[in-house]
């Protein structure tokens, strides 16, 4: 539920910056309802993305100094707070509402970047290593139902609305196109986030801190025993010599910014943060700002021809149909295949998949806009958000959870997923200003010409190709522990751990090896 709230208040901005631009940004006698200017429409997109990628690199940190339970709770209601207050303002007038806006995005965003390391992680340390992936990108999959969710409600609120408050469209009415009603909608809209992340923060704070952070970095074996007790229901002695004894391995201290690290893990680091950046950028470019992808196909009737809550609806109907076709789908194919064929063979087909239906949709662009062929590029778009899904969009975030030690896991995957973020702002702001028509007069207001929707795609597929590239410098982890994948488990006191841990699994009372939490009754 961390992540079905992420997703909804990342991506739910989009649904109402169209909106926001036409309540606040009016210009009379204008041929086109108000937009943001640039720089206001790239604060508004981007702003939350930034608080994101520091929250990440914070709060992945964090839970490798404090724990993952104790700093779950407070990324979540930091998270309930900012969504409310993101739907409320400061005044009335267009500069205390937008600084309002961006003030609390940032810091919501900043909650839902400490979200990602430590949802990875805790999954992680908690799943066997035959289902892991699958549990851990069932995780991410509730971003698919998060967009879905942001759409559904936008949908409703939008049209329960305009129902209501009746209006001409801007090229009949333009001042009466915009109902002062329609300020509501997208304050509603944001705060509606608060409520799935309010309900969760209960069971959230009964969760047990994971075994293997307890035995592996806190070494507290009598609390790695009263914890598993509960989780398995079953009697766990731990061996606090063996514990201590590994604890004292000067091999298994090293650090993030040790020569043993880069050694070790340097180039799995770089290839998890290198796609994930690659992906974001492809994602977010296209997912926050596919309205307009869907307005230059004809799909979105021109500005002008309808009124403001109208034109939240259709676009918000848009955003419904693409996350059930093809980001939902794409989602659970990866949480059904992952175990079977791995982590690597879906990110690589997923990349390579994303760069044919991008250069397919590219070079023959123009065969696309015309408005008999609509339903056909909307099918091959919505094959390239399935192909990220199911591929490097679920697999990066899936990988850095697995491939590093434990005492490193949540920062490693914080440091991926901040490059990555990176990667989103600069998908989100490049495609706002490279997504506008060649052709000055065709230009949204404010924005200097771009390269097109047709270049801008091609650019896309060159990124991904470029992904697929750097996939081969990630691991596969499918099938091993998280300690046979870190090399936290070679030496001769793990071996003899586990053999007894064989030995005793008939007993009522079970003797748990540490730091091998891999063990027989994990996978039980």
């Avoid at 047709?454 to 410098?473: D, E, Q, R, W």
């Amino acid at each position: 539920m961390g992540f079905f709230t992420d997703a909804y208040d990342l991506f739910c901005i989009s649904l109402v910056t169209k909106l926001l631009g036409r309540i606040y940004y009016h210009v009379d006698g204008a041929p086109k309802p108000g937009t943001l200017p640039p720089n206001i429409s790239a604060a508004v997109n981007s702003v939350a993305l930034c608080g994101t990628l520091l929250g990440q690199l914070f709060f992945g940190w964090l839970g490798d100094k404090l724990g993952r339970k104790r700093v779950y709770g407070m990324t979540l209601m930091l998270m309930v707070i900012c969504s409310i207050a993101s739907g409320l303002s400061f005044g009335k007038d267009p500069k205390s509402v937008i600084t309002t806006l961006c003030f609390f995005r940032f810091w919501l965003g900043f909650g839902i970047g400490g979200d990602y390391p430590l949802s990875a992680t805790i999954m992680s340390e908690y799943a066997n290593k035959k289902t892991r992936g699958a549990f851990i990108a069932a995780v991410f999959a509730m971003q698919g139902f998060g967009i879905l969710a942001g759409g559904l409600v936008a949908t409703v609120v939008s049209f329960a609305f305009k129902t209501v408050f009746k209006a001409s469209p801007y090229s009949i009415d333009p001042l009466g196109s915009t109902v002062p009603q329609a300020d509501y909608v997208w304050r509603i809209i944001l705060m509606v986030g608060a409520l799935p992340a309010a309900l969760t923060y209960y069971w959230r704070s009964k969760m047990p801190e994971t075994a293997r952070y307890t035995a592996l970095v806190a070494k507290d074996a009598k609390q790695v025993a009263e914890d598993m007790s509960k989780v398995l229901q079953v009697e766990i002695v731990v061996e606090q010599e063996k514990l201590e004894r590994l604890s004292q391995d000067k091999k298994r201290s090293f650090g993030l910014f040790s020569k043993e690290f880069v050694m070790r893990h340097g180039l799995h680091l770089l290839g998890t943060a290198t796609t994930w950046f690659l992906v974001d950028v492809a994602y977010y470019s296209q997912n926050l700002f596919q309205k307009d992808i869907f307005s230059a196909i004809g799909w979105i009737s021109p500005a002008q021809s309808m009124n403001a809550l109208e034109e939240v609806y259709r676009i918000a109907r848009a955003q419904l149909l693409i996350a059930l076709c093809g980001t939902i789908p794409g989602y659970w194919f990866t949480v059904f295949f992952i175990d079977y064929i791995g982590r690597f063979v879906i990110q690589l087909m997923g990349f390579a998949f994303m760069t044919i239906f991008m250069f397919a949709l590219a070079i023959p662009y123009d065969h696309w806009i015309k408005k008999e062929n609509n339903i056909g590029f909307v099918v091959m778009y919505a094959f390239t958000f399935f192909f990220a899904n199911f591929g490097p969009n679920s697999t990066t975030f899936v990988v850095p959870a697995e491939i590093f030690p434990a005492r490193l896991r949540s920062t490693c995957h914080g440091i991926s997923a901040a490059v990555g973020k990176a990667g989103a702002i600069v998908g989100a702001l490049g495609f706002l200003y490279a997504a506008q028509s060649q052709d000055r007069t065709k230009t949204d207001a404010g924005y200097p010409p771009g390269i097109g929707v047709k270049y801008s795609l091609i650019m896309l597929g060159v990124i991904n190709f470029v992904g697929a590239l750097f996939t081969l410098l990630v691991p596969e982890s499918k099938g091993r522990s998280l300690e046979e994948i870190s090399g936290e488990t070679c030496g001769d006191d793990e071996k003899e751990a586990v053999e007894t841990q064989r030995v005793q699994t008939d007993s009522s009372s079970r003797t748990l090896p540490l730091p091998a939490v891999e063990t027989k009754d994990l996978q039980t």
